[in-house]
């Protein structure tokens, strides 16, 4: 291979040290779906059985998935447009497997345009917490709080900029001053109150009855639809089909092993999720409430927990911190493949394409925000997969089913049967074996898996 420099011919970035790296990687996977959607995903699946077809999910999709997007990135060292190009020429294929890349970043840029939003409920409710929080708060009220913020544009767009301010403010350094330190403090923090929680949960709620719930599967209620939705979040849980890795891989040297980053990366994004789980779910039995509460598990059902418990107000705002911080590493991780891949293309410096790819995120933000309210009656068909789907919903429909996973699926596919065994192995690191049974999972067991959730979510 020709010697590794961005396009544009500005100097390489790089990851100053290893664990700057994985924290930041990790980051990138964990977010809204480990500390939101996981929880609620378990709920309203079964708990259990859930939780076991996720875990499986890690290690033989996701974890591969996450493998090809790192090698990729670092084999080529550009944007994710340019690095699967790069590699296609240097391997005589055609420039047209571009389109691997493009997909994950279009994918990047539709989740830029609601993931900000509801992060910005969540500083929203931080806010509500730091001021007294629900305390004596009824299940109406607690209910009708949530309602009222999504109802009022204004104050859904206060939070969505004050949201993409934080993102900006650290994307607009350089890769070791901006993303790398604000993981290195992020994610230890983050872990520390997380464990916090957890501790709450065991003293204040029921831990008992959630570590029962999340590990005592019942395979009675494993179901065609639980399997997919197991194996459709443990793909996504770990950040891939995005873009994500390929650009944080791309700022990679050579003395790290693909194989045990990804695995590493898989294990963290695993372990928060499952903390999560046992946290919210100790405090949610402790209470006596419906852990099938759905999306509005963190924003209806654990406000409620909290203000019947001991030092509620002061552990709600503990965890809100928490959910803004998670929500934050994710958000840093989806702008950076905007950044890097606009930055690239236009030579333009990076405070100038971070100003313009967050102003482009919040303009077609606002379709998400008044998806919720003015906008709440608007659909995009009356009948087909956009039925009864709100702005909102089209969108995280599109994202979530169509583009991520065929991101996944053709960036696992290039990586695995278009670059050349030998040239993935020279850039991989680590051992041959551990390359080999990476090539054979990206190469079957990740695309069919993969295929599956494709085509049962059209």
Same mark, same amino acid.
């Given at each position: ?24 990687? %990790?980051?990138?996977? =964990?977010? *809204?779906?480990?500390?939101? /959607?996981? +929880?609620?995903?378990? &709920?309203?699946? $079964?708990?259990? !059985? ?30 994710? %447009?340019?690095?699967? =190009?790069? *590699?296609?020429?240097?391997? /005589?294929? +055609?420039?047209?497997? &571009?389109?691997? $890349?493009?997909? !994950? ?354």
């Amino acid at each position: 291979m020709s010697e590794n420099r961005h396009e544009n011919g500005t100097e390489n970035m790089s990851w100053s040290s290893h664990i700057g790296f994985l924290l930041a990687c %990790v980051g990138a996977a =964990i977010g *809204l779906g480990n500390i939101w /959607k996981f +929880p609620y995903m378990a &709920g309203t699946q $079964g708990g259990g !059985a859930f939780v076991l077809i996720y875990l499986v999910t890690i290690f033989l999709i996701a974890i591969p998935v996450a493998a090809a997007e790192l090698v990729t990135g670092r084999m080529a060292r550009r944007n994710a %447009v340019d690095s699967v =190009i790069y *590699l296609a020429r240097d391997t /005589k294929n +055609p420039s047209l497997f &571009g389109i691997v $890349g493009l997909v !994950a970043v279009v994918a990047s840029f539709m989740l830029l345009t609601f993931y900000p939003v509801i992060s910005g409920w969540v500083l929203a409710y931080l806010g509500k917490s730091l001021m007294g929080g629900f305390s004596g708060f009824d299940a109406d009220q607690v209910a009708a709080e949530f309602n009222n913020l999504l109802a009022n544009p204004a104050q859904m767009i206060f939070w969505q900029v004050s949201f993409l301010m934080l993102t900006g403010f650290v994307i607009a350094r350089n890769i070791r001053s901006g993303l790398e330190k604000a993981n290195l403090f992020l994610m230890p923090i983050l872990f520390l109150m997380l464990v916090m929680v957890v501790i709450y949960g065991a003293i204040e709620g029921d831990i008992g009855a959630a570590i029962s719930f999340l590990f005592s599967p019942d395979f009675s209620s494993i179901t065609p639809d639980v399997i997919l939705s197991a194996v459709g979040h443990g793909f996504f849980s770990v950040g891939v089909g995005a873009a994500m890795l390929i650009t944080y891989g791309s700022y990679l040297d050579h003395h790290i092993s693909i194989g045990e980053a990804a695995i590493a990366i898989g294990i963290a994004d695993t372990i928060i999720a499952l903390l999560a789980g046992i946290g919210i779910f100790a405090i949610v039995f402790g209470q006596a409430l419906e852990p099938a509460q759905g999306p509005g598990l963190i924003f209806v059902t654990l406000p409620l927990a909290f203000s019947d418990m001991a030092g509620g107000s002061f552990f709600a705002a503990l965890f809100f911190l928490l959910v803004v911080f998670a929500a934050l590493t994710s958000n840093l991780a989806l702008t950076e493949v905007i950044v890097r891949f606009v930055s690239d293309k236009l030579g333009t410096s990076r405070a100038k394409t971070t100003f313009g790819v967050l102003l482009a995120s919040f303009i077609v933000g606002l379709t998400t925000i008044f998806s919720f309210n003015i906008l709440s009656d608007f659909r995009l068909s009356d009948n087909g997969v956009f039925a009864d789907k709100t702005l909102f919903d089209a969108k995280d429909y599109v994202t979530s089913n169509i583009l991520m996973p065929l991101g996944g699926l053709l960036i696992v596919a290039f990586a695995g049967w278009v670059v050349p065994a030998k040239t993935s192995l020279e850039h991989f690191g680590g051992t041959a074996w551990m390359h080999t049974i990476w090539l054979w999972l990206s190469r079957l067991i990740a695309p069919l898996g993969v295929i599956w959730v494709f085509i049962s979510n059209l």
